[in-house]
């Protein structure tokens, strides 16, 4: 008799498992996915670019259709949610009927954090991590509102009010922090923030959204915590999302930050009930601390499907499970407009939580050789550990290429190099590309110096 | 009484050490240049640029003036050559008279290699690796040359290919192999050839260059082995450089490949002597193979620059040296028109010539997210150790950022990574920049199937 894997979620965790699964277990086997929505394997990633118009239809974020799936072997059933979980007896109630289960991957993503005020419920209103959002979102566009509020200044509140403004719309970015994008340095969130004052874009600051005006069950307006009202006939929320974990937690399984699921590095929950999961609904390690965290990304989602199917596959077929996930050095890439913005590693404030011991500086350099034609400003921040003298954490902020230079940081923080190692390394050196101390030799000479 | 260190040349290698060394000896030590140009610490690779008129002056080049370095407290002795090495009684003869040394650096650089044929003394036969050089160019381009034969097809040859196609002139290259760049893969050289077909450049591979016509002291033509001859009244030498080694030749040092001057890890070519090389004179190992190599490149040369200085500076002051020189992983970058080159570790002709056991892959990607307007073709070939599972080498070749991505592949070499701990990598994400999986990660995965 063969086994049955049920997969809750069909977006990047759980079609890459099944993906992975069908191909790999028995044909007594099978793979039961549980969508609640229509669509399957898409980047809500390019969702923002969709809105701008960028990227023309929602069908081009679509890597796999349903009808894929299903001609792969898989069997996925759509517009069905899961109700109840038996955890002891592995039996998961869902809209569609019971269904028996050896394994259960939880890959449920994670939902929009709605703000807890008046007039919340009103039209106009909405988030942005499915494409049933981007398609409402369109859909207020189609109005032609006349001014636009993002609340949040996170990755998806300031790509969406680069949507906006490329969309020539009236753009008002509110935001918890002093400067927009708080995972980041404030050098960098500074850079962003005069970007978005040079193109007119409204920044409140330091600013709670403490209730919404509405006429008519439309939305208005915007109350802030200091008395400011904005008005707004389109609110886009950007507060952040939290893990689906209801499942993890009818199961009674741990749940670490935001409520993510607690799991192995096999991406195994409860080994014993056999509760797996993956994706944004998932808590991950850091590599350098150790730290649980709720990092929210489809790349790691598409490698922690492929891991969780190797577990299950070992589980069912026996053997030592051909992947497991390390964890992640919180690699982020964004850009507004021209400025490309990245990170890896850990920030000031994560470190001094960590207390850790570490120097930090950062330089002004461009993007390549300074006389090369469009060369551009470029800064990058770099944290270095007093005592191993290691690399822990690098942010860059510029023109052109600003952005994936730090896939060559990510490595060598992984690699756990030194300050002194990447000083001498062989990095590309053309004057279109790189100035002859390339950026990141620069930042790292700077804290040599200082260490 | 002080000591005094002799540096023979004015460019990247010698001015680095020269400026080092006068901020961290006392004050009663020397620092004498000898330069035999009018010119000190300039941009050799940025030649092609400036002749291509994307950069305006070679002022432009110039990082450090010579009256900057006088400022700085450097005895520099400009238009002065070094005529007869008296290794053992440490006296220079130069030009400019007889210098005794406590210690001497040789950063000679190279010189373009000069084809042995008839006619190669005409007027209109130039090559650039130099400022007088391009000057030299620049004057026969003002007599608006009709044809133009770039005669060599590495990254020179393929620079001053597109800078005359920017210069709108009927240019031909002639190649001693099949494809341009012959230190790529054929992959890769196939893609430039195309591009260079497709932009009426034309291209004559696996030949040699027998003679020249000339006419009047002047170019009229290149003759080829297989009995071409191609109409030129400019032809532009681009078969590569030689280390200019003689005074270590004259020293009786040993000397490696193409004459480079073998040094030990503090750019010291013999300690008893006090003698120092560095910079594009100067051979380098291979940090994978241990080999000795000579790979003339500015990034290099400063290193080594700041190497040999430190290196001085403890013979001098006692102590152990700052830094060593720790060799290369030939981390290469260039670009023709719209398409970026680069690559790092070693070739598979290299790994056959090691006695390497190795697979490689190459994968077909886009630049970015498909979907994310702009994304361009780009293939990613990777080389893999059959034992050791260790990334060896990985060429990139297609539209932007093609070229940068190199340097995450250069510190995982670097740092020994192993094809298995580069799939789970925390590369950057997001639509704008990279697909879900990144270019590498497809190449590493790639490579996993295969081993």
Redesign the interface.
């Known amino acids: 008799m063969g086994s049955r894997v049920v997969i809750v979620g069909g977006d ?1 965790g759980g079609m890459t498992a099944a993906s992975a699964l069908v191909k790999r277990l028995g044909d007594e086997d099978e793979v039961v996915v549980i969508e609640r929505g229509e669509f399957t394997s898409y ?1 809500a ?2 969702l923002p ?1 969709w809105v701008a118009g ?2 023309e239809s929602c069908d ?2 679509i890597a796999r259709s349903p009808d894929e799936h299903r001609e792969n072997g898989i069997d996925l059933r759509l517009g069905a949610t899961a109700t109840l979980l038996d955890a002891d007896a592995k039996v998961l109630t869902t809209t569609d009927g019971e269904l028996s289960y050896d394994h259960l991957l939880i890959a449920t993503g994670a939902e929009p954090v709605w703000p807890e005020v008046e007039g919340a419920d009103a039209e106009g209103i909405a988030p942005i991590t499915t494409i049933p959002q981007g398609q409402e979102i369109l859909r207020q566009l189609d109005r032609k509102p006349e001014k636009v509020v993002v609340a949040g200044s996170g ?1 998806i509140g300031t790509e969406m009010a680069e949507a906006c403004l490329r969309l020539g719309l009236d753009t008002t970015v509110i935001s918890a922090t002093e400067f927009p994008l708080a995972q980041f340095e404030n050098l960098v969130g500074e850079r962003v923030h005069e970007q978005m004052a040079a193109r007119q874009i409204g920044f409140h600051g330091n600013r709670r959204l403490t209730g919404f005006r509405t006429k008519d069950g439309r939305v208005t307006g915007v109350e802030l915590d200091d008395s400011t009202v904005l008005d707004a006939d389109l609110v886009i929320l950007a507060f952040g999302v939290t893990p689906r974990s209801e499942l993890a937690r009818e199961a009674g399984l741990p749940l670490g930050p935001k409520g993510a699921i607690v799991v192995d590095e096999y991406q195994c929950a409860d080994r014993a009930r056999g509760i797996w999961a993956a994706g944004d609904c998932s808590a991950v390690r850091d ?1 350098q601390s150790g730290e649980l965290l709720h990092l929210p ?4 989602a ?2 922690q499907g492929m891991v969780a199917a190797s577990g299950i596959e070992a589980a069912i077929l026996g053997g030592e499970p051909e ?1 497991s ?2 964890g ?8 507004f407009c021209d400025l ?1 913005i ?1 990170r ?1 590693g850990v920030s000031t404030a994560e470190a001094e939580k960590l207390g850790w011991d570490t120097v930090s500086v950062s330089i002004d350099t461009t993007t390549w ?1 300074g ?3 469009g060369a551009e400003p470029m800064t990058v921040w770099l944290l270095a550990d007093r005592r191993t003298r290691q690399v822990r954490g690098v942010q860059i902020v510029g023109g ?2 600003a ?6 940081a ?3 923080i ?2 756990g ?1 030194r300050v002194d ?1 990447l ?12 100035s ?3 950026p ?1 030799h620069v930042a790292v000479r700077a804290a040599y110096k200082l260490l």
């Open positions: 990047a980047s990633c390019g670019y960028e990227v081009d974020l990755f590599r990304l489809g790349d790691h598409n490698k992947w996930f390390p992640v050095v919180q690699t982020f890439i964004t850009r490309e990245s890896t050789a006389y090369y034609p052109p290429t952005g994936l230079r730090i896939d060559a990510a490595t060598a992984t690699a190099m190692d000083i001498m390394l062989d990095f590309a050196y053309a004057p279109p590309f790189s002859v101390w390339s990141l």
